[in-house]
Every structure is written in C-alpha cells, then in structure tokens.
C-alpha cells in the first residue's frame, strides 16, 4: 500500500512538472519521489512488440496486470519503478530474507509469496512453477543465453522479457534501458523516465563536486566482495565509485584495470593515503590483522587512521541505492570540503526513499557493524 501511494504521488508530480515546465523531483529537493501511475495495462487496443535487452522481439499482450521477475536483479529493478502488490510470486531466494537488499525490505509480504522457482545465480527458472503463477509477463535477467530465454518462453507461452545491468557500471544505459523497459510494460512510463533522471542527476552532483579538486589523496579499495567475501588483497583497478568520484585509485594508477586479488606486499609498495573497507570482508581484515599486525602498522592509511568503512552493495546483483550512498560516504571521506552539506546516513535514507518509499539505513547498518565509520583494528 505504501509504494502504491508513492507510486501515485509522482504520477501526480510528474504531470504537474509536465503542465508547469518546473524542475524535476531530484531537482526540487524531494527525497521521496517514486513514480509514475500504478496498474499494468498498456494504453493501446491492441498488442504490441518491445525489443528486449538481449535483442530479442518480444510480443507483448495490451493489458497486464500481473508480473514475475526471475534472476539475479530483475525484481530489485523491478521494484524502482512498479507496484510489488501486481507480483504473482517471487522466487525462493527472495522469501528467505530481507538481509542486504533493501528492494527485498521494501516488500511487505515477501515470504508469503507465492514461489514461482529458486531463484540464484546458478539455479535454471522453474517453468512449471511460472506457468501456474500465470503472469502476463516474465522479466528476466537470469541468463544472457538468448536460446534459453527463448525456451523458457516456449514451455510457458508467457512473454519473457530480459534485462540487464550491463557492464556493471555506477550509471549504466542498460540499467536505464531495463528501467524503461519495465514502465512501458506496466504502465509506469513517467515513473522510469523520473528514475532515469535522477540517475543521471546523482552521476553530475558527484562529478561536479569533485572535478575541480586539485589535490586529492590517493585512495585503495579493500576487502571487496566477489562471489563471497574477501580479505584486503581483493580490489579493483576501474572501480566505478572511485571512477566517478574523481578519485586517484592506485590500482589504476599502477595499470591495473579490473577485480584482482593483489600481493600484499604491492599494495606496501602503493601505500595509498585513504583505505575503504568493503563491510562483508571486515571480519577476514580483523583476522588477518591479528595474525600480522605488523602490515598494516606499515600502512599509512592504517597509521594515520584513514581506514573507512563502505555498506556492501552486491547481494544478488547490485543494489544501487547502496553503491549510491557508498559513493557519498566516500566523497566525504575523500573531499569533507566539498561534500560539507552531506549526511551520508542522511542521503542513504533518501535514496532509499526515492527508489523504494522506505528509510532502511538503521536496518543495513545493523546488519554491518554499525554502518558507515572509520575502521579501527587491535583496539
């Protein structure tokens, strides 16, 4: 009930926006500005074609009303832009916990769905399962196999419909896409079109704060999460919250471009200025601290006590209101001037309105030590 009022809300919002030419919600100051209409059916008499992520030409039927999202991500993107109560079900993976995905929070009766198949990045769709929840359409972003895609579609007679989160970038176009994608589908066309828009809005408020900064310090990613948790060595050179943040990222600098899981003994040789801690593998860092605290008494981020902790953002694929709220956290770390008027727990909570019409930062931060926080070791 709760996000289909937001969902009406911006409706209203977003036609009023239209009649006074005025700024958008983002640019209004609103924090909490989900979508556009609730319900599902498309305005036209008559069926229609969509080409889906993968390329594919999908018939879509004139009015639905009733949807699964299947596979690792498609109900998170889901939930940005439509009415969870239109859902026929979801999949087991999302009716065992709420941990870490605040999409999956924002569903008030998620473990009383209906179980439309197991759900998880290795587990193939249960057609069956699907068939008898009857949606009138299945989005999908368990697999970039166009054949199985397509199967899936023959054994339920159900358009299936892919998405996906592209290359994995902070603002992607295939992120932008699926979203689109999803509001023509359901009938929240303003709503994905105002999400796009506050995406693009976040990605030069970032920008802009820190394009003109002349020194910045050098900083390092650690402990970063990559099909499970890790210790300091686990990083990446083209982090895209570093990326965009304009931050000086010594695994870049060094010519490394991608995850690795680098030799300790070269990131003495970096010895970069700021360290941010991946919350998921902070109990791996505590341990290895134990064991040779003498490393890390050698870096200076350790000795000067510029060690940060970040909130997890991949569980299922990524939560982007989480890795937008990391990349303010870490622009205040990185540039307190320049990020002066932010509260990082503050702006989580507005994120997570806007993209779910809920606060859920007490609840992440919960789950993670206590949430965003400078990172002490051996007390």
């Keep these: 009930m709760r996000k289909t009022i937001a969902l009406l809300l911006t409706a209203v919002l977003a036609l009023s926006l239209c009649a006074c030419g005025g ?40 009015e639905t009303s009733g949807y699964a999202c299947i596979g690792p991500g498609a109900l998170r993107l889901y939930c940005y832009i439509a009415d969870d109560a239109q859902l026929v ?41 699907l068939f008898a929840a009857g949606p009138d359409v299945i989005f999908t972003c368990y697999t970039a196999d166009v054949s199985a895609v397509d199967e899936l579609q023959a054994k339920t007679g159900i358009p299936v419909v892919a998405l996906s989160y592209g290359a994995g970038r902070l603002f992607d176009q295939s992120v932008y896409d699926s979203l689109s994608l999803i509001g023509r589908i359901t009938g929240n066309e303003a709503r994905a079109a105002v999400v796009v828009d506050y995406f693009e809005e976040i990605k030069n408020d970032l920008t802009a704060r820190t394009a003109g900064v002349a020194e910045k310090p050098s900083v390092y990613l650690g402990c970063q999460s ?66 040779d605290p003498e490393f890390y008494k050698a870096l200076s981020a350790f000795k000067d006590g510029r060690v940060y902790l970040q909130m997890p953002f991949n569980y299922y ?7 937008l709220a990391d990349a303010y956290y870490i622009g205040s ?16 909570d507005e994120l997570s309105a806007f993209f779910l019409g809920i606060d859920c930062y007490e609840r992440i931060a919960a789950q993670y030590y206590g949430g965003f926080q400078r990172v002490v070791l051996g007390g």
Excluded: C, W
């Design 23 to 62: 700024p958008s919600p983002a640019q209004a100051g609103g924090s909490s500005a989900p979508a556009a209409q609730s319900g599902g059916a498309d305005s036209s008499a008559s069926d229609y074609e969509v080409t889906d992520l993968l390329g594919r030409s999908v018939r879509i039927p004139a």
């Design 89 to 129: 079900g979801v999949e087991e993976i999302e009716r065992s916990g709420q941990d870490g995905r605040p999409y999956a929070m924002s569903i008030p009766d998620a473990a009383q769905q209906p179980l439309i198949g197991p759900g998880g990045p290795a587990n193939a769709p249960d057609a069956e399962l």
């Design 226 to 291: 990559s099909r499970g948790s890790h210790g300091i060595e686990s990083t990446t050179g083209d982090y895209a919250i570093f990326d965009t943040l304009n931050a000086v990222n010594v695994v870049k600098e060094a010519g490394i471009s991608g995850y690795a899981m680098l030799d300790k003994e070269k990131l003495l040789e970096m010895d970069p200025e700021v360290i941010v801690i991946d919350a998921g593998g902070l109990s791996l860092l505590q341990e290895d601290y134990d064991a």
């Design 317 to 323: 694929t990524t939560n982007l209101e989480i890795a």
């Design 333 to 348: 770390v990185l540039y307190p001037e320049q990020f002066a008027d932010v509260d990082p727990a503050e702006k989580f």
